[in-house]
Structures are given as structure tokens and as C-alpha cells.
């Protein structure tokens, strides 16, 4: 039976918790794609239906969905640290 950790101490933890453990990585994923989603909704819309797609586009799409996965990991992480750890 494989040990799932719960907290984390060090970057090799981190990194374990929110890309290995099922559940942080599923809600991670899930708040990206569907924050992600209403931000490219709300940002780029008028371009959308312009029909106008160039590279910068789709850079700022990338942002929309980057910046939601950030901070959910961000929160994962912020949650499951263990007291005392001396990684900031």
C-alpha cells in the first residue's frame, strides 16, 4: 500500500502533493479549466468573435488558463504545509 502524504516539508513534497496526489491535482485541474475558462469568456471575447487569431491571441489564452491553475496550486500548497517547515 503506497503512502500518500498530506503535508509537506521540503520541494520534492511539494511538487508530490499537488502533481501525484489524485485528489489536489484533480481540483487543480478543474479550478484552472473551469476559471480558465469564464477569464477567456471575459478577456478575450470581442477578439474571439472577431475572428481575428494571431500568436498573441493565443499567449493571452494561455495566461487565462495558467493564472487560475497557478493559484489553486498555490492554495493547495499554502493548505497542506507542515507546521514549523522552513520553506516560504
Known amino acids: 500500500m503506497r503512502r500518500e502524504?498530506?503535508?509537506?516539508?521540503?520541494a520534492?513534497?511539494?511538487?508530490?502533493?499537488?502533481?501525484?496526489?489524485?485528489?489536489?491535482r484533480r481540483r487543480i485541474l478543474l479550478i484552472?479549466?473551469?476559471?480558465?475558462t469564464i477569464l477567456v469568456g471575459i478577456?478575450?471575447?470581442?477578439?474571439?468573435?472577431s475572428g481575428h487569431f494571431g500568436w498573441v491571441l493565443w499567449v493571452k489564452i494561455v495566461?487565462?488558463?495558467a493564472t487560475p491553475t497557478i493559484v489553486s496550486t498555490l492554495g493547495v500548497l499554502?493548505?497542506?504545509r507542515k507546521?514549523?517547515?522552513n520553506m516560504a
Open 5 to 10: 502524504l498530506t503535508t509537506w516539508s521540503n
Open 12 to 24: 520534492r513534497e511539494a511538487v508530490q502533493i499537488t502533481c501525484l496526489h489524485r485528489l489536489h
Open 32 to 36: 484552472g479549466f473551469v476559471v480558465g
Open 43 to 49: 478577456n478575450q471575447s470581442t477578439v474571439l468573435a
Open 63 to 65: 495566461a487565462d488558463y
Open 78 to 80: 499554502a493548505g497542506t
Open 83 to 85: 507546521p514549523g517547515s
